[in-house]
């Protein structure tokens, strides 16, 4: 069966690269030069960026756009939360004693609405974080994985075997052409030779 399969590749199809690692051994396929098979979700992954626990799916073409926008509500919520917290400690009537800070009157008067403010901004952090890096990673048109095993990848080098990645349009083209389309793009950029470069 797996015969059958190996000798059906379409050899001169723009998906298939000559390497051996695109084919998946577990779901039998060829699979396309940005792709990777997750153990957790057992299948192949277009465009793999990362398994997200949170979501407990992978992100890649297909959810990306629904990722990043799952990202802003999160910021928009932690946001929101923490602007109701300041605004319920803020205006609190207060009444201290002469040997009493603030501080002190509101943890020991408000302990839950402090706790709260200190995971909101942990959270806030970390979305904020997880934010920039997948728009770093959209404007490069860079998936985290790739970024993250560059040197396994030989589709990720030049000539020169230094890091390049092909499919970087600039940053605006790329931020372009995932806001339209909620996915980046995997057609290679045209780069000059290594002749070129040096002359």
Known sequence: YLQELLMGIDLSSSTFTGSWSQLCPTCKIVRPVRSKHCPICKQCVEQFDHHCPWISNCVGKRNKWDFLVFLCMGIATTLLGAAVGFHRLWTEPIILSSSESWTHFMVTKHP???????????LLTGALILTVAQAVMIARNLTTNEAANQSRYTYLRGPDGR????????????????????????????????QQTVE
Do not use: H, S
Request: glycine share 6%.
């Open 112 to 122: 839950g609405a402090v706790l709260f403010m200190f995971m909101d901004i942990f």
């Open 163 to 194: 890091f390049r990645n092909p499919y970087n349009q600039g940053w605006q083209k790329n931020c372009a052409y995932f806001l339209v389309n909620g996915y980046n793009n995997d057609e290679e950029a045209a780069w000059p030779t290594l």
